[in-house]
């Protein structure tokens, strides 16, 4: 492929060439070589492809069959009852209802008794906007047999009985309900829309068998993109161009924290199998745990921090000196300011997410969606980066080239940006625009081809 007549993101107006999945020739005045396709940018800012570090694949595929139950779409106990009714009577007997995005703002906590009262015929299972708790009601609590599980993650009142909420057992419910969705197809179109040339999957504690399936997706054509895959160290790594593994996810929780020589030996064995870790701090007591374990575990290339909701100013020499990575999510000021204002203490706003600091400090920074925990769209990540909410400490906001480069990063090094240069991998995001009317109009719709691998992927025209 020839692109040609580009603006390289930070190299100038040039040509680009591709061959075998590579780039090699970055210059001026390049002539199209027989069989060669060629794309004229006519100006358009080219970049690396943008990757996403932090997504969930299948529960993003999920909820294309879901229903929104929280803020902004649903704000009260009247919006939720009226909503799961109405799909209650436009949906076929015996199917299950599934609403993602749920907060307490709305109705307070759900339990098992709160949606008998609204849908008691029909199996219903609501998603907590964090992604951590599921909320059953009686009759899928039935259906899934959840009195003879005995997890820690199973709330149960004062007699026993199982409330209907279950922590960190998606895997479980998963397996009981035989519905997880398997086919990614829409949504690697929509992110090839949205200029996406490769997917970190951060799913926790994936089996042999989810990463074999989800390898055999991409190595099938029906994810285009690149995908790298956390997973446990025991998991092997499947064949495949597109597909590779990477570090070994732990989720911490404040309300089930390890105990500190558990949680350090854990990270020991982790490193001892050859992989680096990537731990789940979105409070501040997670990420100083994390700091301490790391320093008696010692640090492996590649660890990282996924999150850093809450990162205290003085661990900022600690994370640059140890080279530990953060892959952030600065959109989560704009989708959740409401829950911010109604609940982060004053003196934690300015270690809120954390942004303009960590580079000026020398920490590296990637960035992530976190879908469907958060919007899947790069362009609302980047909008919020650039364009920090005043009340959440604006000074936190970065130029526009710096939020681009949050997505510029390889699978395995996601704070260190790849450049448009010969013998990089030709995965490439093309804009219909210059630099300067793009820093306007930050959206998707600015995307005119994706290209991944050197072969054409989208094209938005």
Known sequence: MLIRDAEVFDS????????????????????????????????????????DHHIHLR?????????????????TVTELAARLREIDRNLQPGKWIRGTGYHESVAGPLDRAVLDRIVPHRPVRVQHRTGVLWQLNSMACDLVGLDSNDAPGVERDETGRPTGRLRRLDSWLGERIGSRTTDLVAVSVAAAAMGITGFTDATPGLAQADIDQLAETVDAGRIIQRVHCMAPPEVSEPDGARFTLGPTKIVLDDFDLPAFDEFADRLRAIHAAGRPVAVHCVTRVQFILTMAALDSAGVRAGDRIEHGAVI????????????????????FVVERAEQYRAEVPAEDLPDLWRLRSLLDAGVGVAAGSDAPFGAPDPWSVLRAAVHRPPEFHAAEGVSLPAALSLFFGAPDTPATPRRI???????????????DQAAHHLDAELVSATIVAGGLVYSGQ
């Open 12 to 51: 100038g107006r040039m040509d680009v060439r591709t061959r075998g999945g590579v780039i090699v020739e970055c210059a001026t005045g390049l002539v199209r070589l027989p069989g060669e396709d060629e794309i004229n940018a006519a100006g358009g800012w080219l970049l690396p492809g943008l990757h």
């Open 59 to 75: 529960s993003l595929a999920a909820t294309y069959e879901s229903v929104p139950l929280g803020p902004p779409q649903v704000r």
């Open 312 to 331: 205290p100013h003085e661990s900022l020499d600690w994370l640059r000196g140890q080279r530990i990575s953060v892959v952030t999510q600065p959109h």
């Open 421 to 435: 240069t010969p013998g990089a991998v030709a995965d490439l995001t093309l804009l219909s625009v210059p630099p």
